[in-house]
């Protein structure tokens, strides 16, 4: 199975901030990459799906890119809404697979 | 607007069967693959199981292979879990969840149930 990897695990930000996040694959998923937010005791929520596509309704402040194995999110200006855990999945083969989680929490 | 809710959920012994739905409105649902996906409380997320939109391909991860049937009445827009030979590290919540495509193929999930949660403990 394909293991996908995340970078930081945990981050301490402030409101306004920029936040980058990266995900990176044990093999190379082209642009087969989403990126899920979750916040506690809610189902996860779809942000960016084949790597950089935001999904409908989802504030531009978030941000995809990567292909092949190295991939990164971004939320260009951190709001008090998005203090959540990030999870990248990979759905280029299955099993799809999901990262460990980076929780973002406020400084 | 798509829903999922997800139900079946509870404690359970070891070794013992349950069997997890999830009811889908408000989308069609038989142009749509489904997925069951699990996190045991605190912890990451787990992709369990995939049904093709008309049910003649399924995929499972390695952990539940052999032990979980996934399947689906589109008659009656419902997904299921048949969990067999339960055992404690599958004490998790359980969703249900959409893909963002239709028709066949690996696509991400647009759409999640809230859960149901599995104990399995004797």
């Known amino acids: 199975a394909i293991q996908l990897t995340q970078s930081p695990s945990s981050l301490s930000a402030s409101v306004r901030d920029r936040v980058t996040i990266t995900c990176r694959a044990s093999?190379?998923?082209?642009?087969?990459l989403a990126w899920y937010q979750q916040k506690p005791g809610k189902a996860p929520k779809l942000l960016i799906y084949d790597a950089s596509s935001l999904e409908s309704g989802v504030p531009s402040r978030f941000s995809g890119s990567g292909s092949g194995t190295d991939f990164t999110l971004t939320i260009s200006s951190l709001q008090p809404e998005d203090f959540a855990t990030y999870y990248c999945?990979?759905?280029?083969?299955?099993?799809?697979?999901f990262g460990p989680g980076t929780k973002v929490d406020i400084k | 607007q798509v829903q999922l809710v997800e139900s079946g959920g509870g404690v359970v012994q070891p070794g013992r069967s349950l069997r997890l739905s999830c009811a889908a409105s408000?989308?069609?649902?038989?142009?749509?693959?489904m997925h069951w996906v699990r996190q045991v409380p605190g912890k990451g997320l787990e992709w369990v199981a995939v049904?093709?939109?008309?049910?003649?391909?399924?995929y499972y991860g390695d952990s539940v292979k052999g032990r979980f049937t996934i399947s689906r009445d589109n008659s009656k827009n419902t997904l299921s879990l048949q969990m067999n030979s339960l055992r404690a590290d599958d004490t998790a919540v359980y969703y249900c969840?959409?893909?963002?495509?239709?028709?066949?193929?690996?696509?991400?999930?647009?759409?999640w149930g809230q859960g149901t949660l599995v104990t399995v403990s004797s």
């Open positions: 408000g989308f069609t649902f038989n142009i749509y693959g």
């Open positions: 969840a959409k893909a963002i495509s239709k028709g066949f193929g690996e696509f991400p999930f647009d759409n």
């Open positions: 093999q190379g998923i082209s642009s087969a």
């Open positions: 049904i093709s939109y008309d049910g003649s391909n399924k």
């Open positions: 999945q990979q759905f280029n083969i299955y099993p799809f697979t």
